[in-house]
Every structure is written in C-alpha cells, then in structure tokens.
C-alpha cells in the first residue's frame, strides 16, 4: 500500500495546472479509493476520512482534473512503449430519469454487442479511451466521457458519430504521443466519424465491416485505349468466393488464414487496407470470417488483424511472432 500512495505521489505531482489543495486532496482521496471496501460515495469518504468531510469533497470534486495527464505519466512509467489506442462504449444501467445524461442508447454496452438485447436500454452511457500496451499484453484506461442525452446533443446541433468523434479529438495531443492507430469497433464504420477521425488528427482507423460490405478490387490491368476516364475497379467483392488475384496470403495456423489486399469501400469512399480472416473449424475447413480494415495502406494484414482483437485479449500472436510474417 506504501508504494502505491508514494507512486501515485510522484505522478500527481509531475502534472502541471492544480493547485496545492487539489494535489493534497488526489493523493489522500486515490488512497481511500484503495482501502474502502464497500460502495464508495462521499458520505463513505467522509466516515473514513479525519481529514475531509462530506462538504470538501464535494466542493474538491466540481473542480477540473487533469485525469488524462495523470494516467498518462502512469502509462510512461509502466508502459512498454509499443501502443495501440482503443475506443469503446461502455453502458451503465440506470431505471430513474433525473440523472443527468440519461436516455436508450441503442449502441451501448455488453448486452447489446453481444445480441442478447437487440433494442435500445435505457441508462447511461460512457465512452472509454485507453491505450492498449501490445508489449505487456494489457491496457491503460485513459480518460471517460459520458455521452449527453438527446435533448443535450440537439441542442449543440451534433449526433452520436459527432460525439464519439470529438471524445477522442478532445485528447488527440495526448494520444498522437502514444500511437498512430486508433482501435475501434464494427459500429464506427461510419464515414463522417472516420473522416472526422483523419482530417483532425494523425490517427489512423482500425476497424471491423460487416460480411456484406460493399467493397470493389482496384484495377491493375493495362489502360484502355480511346477516350473516357481510366478503369478504375475490377467488379465488386464476393466475400463468400473472393477472388485468389487480389488476395495474398499474410499468415496461416491450424486456427485462421489471413488474407491481405487493398481494395476500395463503397460505403467509405476510400481504398483500404484490408485483413481478410478466414477461421477454421477441426477439419481446417472455412466456417466463418470476419473482416478487419485499416484507413493505412501500408499496415500489414497481420498486425491490423492483431491490433483489433487486442481490444478483446491482447494476448495471442506475439508481436516478435508476427513480424516473421510482415
């Protein structure tokens, strides 16, 4: 416990913009965080607390915090140096209506992402930023941003892509200095958010597409002759039967072949590089595959596949593993 206070000293203390009452009150209140065992709220700090009452904590926590500075200095301590950045929804359940925030959020949290509840629930929703250490197989959670109701999001005349895009934007700085790639779902699939992402930051998108994506083979054969515009696409792509020509196999095991090409979205209107994976079942025959994307031409099939799915287990194929493949 010692050495946990005495670390989160030295980080808070590195970080520029609070005063001497907020540090004092960060480094006692992150304590308590660690030794209160029960539900923590500022009646429970108060009754563990000879320092502070209900009322300084409250008025102690309306003050702004620099949360994304102090995670960060913890990251560079702890961290391996090799980062991917990920971004997801989180969903609070909530049955009351005056918190503020509130409202049925179709996208939001385990139930929904795994089919068990195809609808939209009514609660709280929590966009997470964190950055994924592809070296220690682990995450750094970053910063939090709930996402506003409805009402809140008319009046500022902006939707839900717009929201989630500003949330990462908001901290671009921080997370250019960590890593290129952001790391997203199949849900942010969505052209206005990912060029949002492009035009106003460094970072490029990882991301899943649907099975029935609408993408097109870029045309690599001779120019025609006579007038009118070049050929540009060479037909659209079956994913069930993909063409062998526009494929080039990246990695295979007993598991999954990775497939690697660049090919054009439709629906995103861009080339992309894309990480086909077809997964084997015990008889090493195809029984399903997913599709991984990238906005970087240059980024391996390979480690697009392995820089998505660390959003799930950063285990897996080791980075030393897959550069053998690159």
């Not at 970053?142 to 717009?162: C, G, W, Y």
């Not at 952001?182 to 970072?203: G, P």
């Amino acid at each position: 416990m010692f050495d946990k206070l005495t670390s989160i000293k030295a980080i808070i203390g590195k970080v520029k913009g609070h005063t001497k009452s907020q540090n004092d009150f960060l480094n006692y209140i992150l304590g308590m965080f660690l030794s209160i065992r029960t539900r923590i709220n500022f009646l429970q700090f108060a009754r563990h607390s000879d320092e502070y009452n209900e009322k300084s904590c409250r008025l102690q926590f309306e003050q702004y915090v620099d949360f994304v500075a102090i995670n960060s200095e913890y990251i560079k301590q702890k961290g391996s140096g090799r980062y991917v950045i990920a971004y997801d929804l989180s969903y609070l359940k909530k049955s009351g209506k005056s918190t503020a925030g509130t409202g049925k959020y179709c996208g939001a949290g385990p139930p929904v992402r795994s089919g068990c509840a195809q609808k939209a629930l009514w609660g709280l929703e929590i966009g997470l930023v964190s950055v994924i250490d592809i070296g220690n197989h682990t995450a750094f959670h970053l910063d939090a941003i709930q996402t506003p109701d409805s009402q809140e999001r008319k009046s500022k005349d902006i939707d839900l892509p717009d929201h989630y895009a500003q949330s990462i934007l908001y901290s671009k700085d921080t997370l250019e200095k960590f890593s290129n790639y952001l790391s997203v779902d199949a849900y942010f699939a969505k052209k206005d958010f990912i060029d949002c992402i492009l035009k106003q930051s460094k970072l490029e998108v990882i991301t899943r597409l649907r099975c029935d994506a609408n993408c097109k083979y870029l045309y690599n054969g001779p120019a025609r002759k006579g007038r009118g515009a070049p050929k540009k696409y060479d037909g659209k792509v079956d994913w069930n039967q993909p063409d062998p020509q526009y494929f080039k196999l990246a990695y295979q095991d007993e598991y999954v072949k990775i497939y690697d090409s660049i090919l054009y979205c439709v629906f995103l209107k861009r080339k992309i590089r894309v990480a086909f994976c077809q997964y084997l079942n015990l008889q090493f025959e195809v029984s399903s595959y997913k599709i991984y994307t990238c906005t970087d031409l240059k980024l391996p099939a390979l480690l697009i596949q392995q820089y998505y799915k660390a959003r799930f287990h950063p285990r897996g194929i080791s980075m030393i593993q897959a550069s053998e493949y690159v």
